[in-house]
């Protein structure tokens, strides 16, 4: 056996003695169809931005999927932009090691408004995941109406991802968005998306039970393009739950009132970034143990956090870029 086919092997066996500790005979993650794709998900979804890459080498990345997968989580984000490639590119491998991507759901996203590079790039995120095909490809966050307009335009990126879904390069398609929750509620529904992704927690909804309006700007994506998903049967996937650690140390922003503010929206699941071994058990046994908010539960605590972040998170991600 030549060295290379050792090591490999040997990192496999050792990946795969690491899931114990989050797996074993515990209750599984719950699922919830993702729209009207069909798929069922895991509530909890890791992300592939820089909680997952800037926090560990590539050996700890590959046993991290590897473990994330052992616990019951069955989506996986990424993107083409996420450190070049390499957020893809460790994915691949740790999909790799545990010989495939059965039973997983994998979604990556093409950051260009360039229509005719929108081919080059899923055939390279697919080479980087080592996939023959993908299950989700987003466009990736749309910025405001401009930018819709591009996306929309002959020839461009929209166009082309349509034609990669035909051409089976991804099964489905979807839009993500940060900050232009108007942009969003256009593109949903004007566009055959199957999924979309976008900013989803209790710090950044409508101000609730009041008339004056936190920001002069947009609406949340709560409010705004979040019915629309629902109304059409959109899979709805949560991103930014924590608000990029935007909330710590404010006495109402757990990670179990964070969690479950979004869990209890109509979501198919809730892409989190776990910087660590221990945030990824944490919120395993939250998600295992969820039960929905009651409302008066989720008015209060977006009530508590909107009324003193919500401004400052919408300037926020409005210049935020996770690459």
């Known amino acids: 056996m030549d060295t290379s086919r050792r090591e490999f092997l040997q990192r496999t066996a050792a990946v795969a003695g690491l899931t114990g500790a989050l797996s074993g005979a515990e209750s599984p993650l719950p699922m919830r169809p993702l729209g009207k794709t069909g798929e069922r998900v895991s509530i909890l979804a890791c992300g592939g931005g820089q909680r997952f890459y800037q926090t560990r080498n590539d050996e700890e990345a590959v046993r991290f999927i590897v473990q994330a997968a052992g616990a019951g989580v069955t989506y996986f984000d990424t993107a083409d932009s996420y450190a070049r490639g390499r957020s893809e590119q460790l994915y691949g491998k740790a999909f790799e090691a545990r010989g495939g991507t059965r039973g997983l759901f994998v979604a990556t996203k093409v950051s260009t408004r360039d229509g005719a590079k929108v081919q080059g790039i899923i055939e390279q995120s697919l080479k980087n995941l080592k996939m023959d095909q993908v299950d989700l490809v987003h466009i990736h966050s749309l910025e405001n109406e401009d930018d819709l307009a591009r996306i929309e335009a002959t020839g461009g990126v929209l166009e082309n991802l349509l034609k990669a879904r035909e051409q089976k390069l991804t099964r489905f398609i979807g839009i993500t968005s940060h900050d232009s929750p108007a942009a969003m509620k256009l593109a949903l529904e004007r566009h055959d998306f199957d999924c979309c992704q976008m900013a989803l927690n209790a710090a950044m909804a409508d101000m609730i039970g009041t008339t004056r309006p936190v920001t002069a700007g947009d609406r949340s994506f709560e409010s705004l393009a979040l019915p629309v998903a629902r109304s059409k049967n959109i899979g709805v996937i949560a991103m930014k739950v924590f ?32 910087p660590t071994v221990e945030h990824l058990e944490q919120n395993v046994r939250l998600a295992k143990a969820f039960q929905p908010l009651p409302k008066t539960e989720m008015e209060q605590l977006a009530r508590a956090l909107s009324t003193r972040n919500k401004a400052g998170l919408i300037e926020f991600f409005r210049h935020h870029v996770d690459a």
């Open 243 to 274: 608000a990029r650690d935007g909330l710590a140390g404010q006495a109402e922003a757990t990670a179990r009132n964070l969690i479950y503010y979004a869990l209890s929206l109509p979501i198919a699941t809730a892409v989190i970034g776990h």
